[in-house]
């Protein structure tokens, strides 16, 4: 999900919240604590050079129960940081404090933010020799041959 898109979905709530992969919500005190630009400069495996942005959101399970963020303030936030940063409508992803931080992607469901598990990928299949996937055809599936060879046929 693109920025502009949260900043478009949050334009329309009333409330903000963000359900983990595992169908659980985000603790409704969460504090966003921080919005920023992440760059990552690397090479994948085939040598290629890459470079990727991406706008994180961080958010934070504190023991303030009776904080609730809105989606005004947290567009405010997102502002904000455009501005000082110099953000641009970059992929956003989330980090979240499970038994370890959890990296996770954006989507929306029509009423709330989901966050879908990231994947790790390889870039450069056609360079590692990583075999492309063989088809998978049903026997029942191929034709069968009228001239085909049969028993005591002569033809073998």
């Given at each position: 999900m693109k920025l502009s898109e949260i900043k478009k979905e949050l334009n329309a709530l009333e409330n903000v919240a963000f359900i983990l992969p595992n169908g659980t919500y985000v603790p409704e005190h969460f504090h966003v604590t921080e919005v920023g630009l992440i760059t990552r400069n690397f090479i994948d495996c085939g040598g290629k050079v890459r470079k990727e942005n991406v706008v994180n959101f961080q958010l934070w399970d504190a023991n303030d129960f009776d904080h609730r963020l809105k989606?005004?303030?947290?567009?405010d936030i997102i502002e904000l940081s455009e501005k000082i940063l110099g953000i641009e409508d970059h992929e956003v992803e989330v980090e979240f404090q499970g038994e370890t931080i959890g990296k996770y992607d954006l989507g929306f469901n029509g009423t709330d933010f989901t966050l879908i598990n990231k994947q790790t990928a390889c870039l450069?299949?056609?360079?590692?020799?990583?075999?492309?996937?063989?088809?998978?055809?049903?026997?029942?599936?191929?034709?069968?041959?009228?001239?085909?060879?049969?028993?005591?046929?002569?033809?073998?």
């Open positions: 989606p005004k303030k947290l567009l450069a299949e056609d360079q590692c020799g990583i075999p492309a996937d063989k088809q998978k055809v049903k026997l029942s599936a191929i034709p069968t041959q009228t001239n085909s060879c049969t028993p005591g046929g002569g033809c073998c």
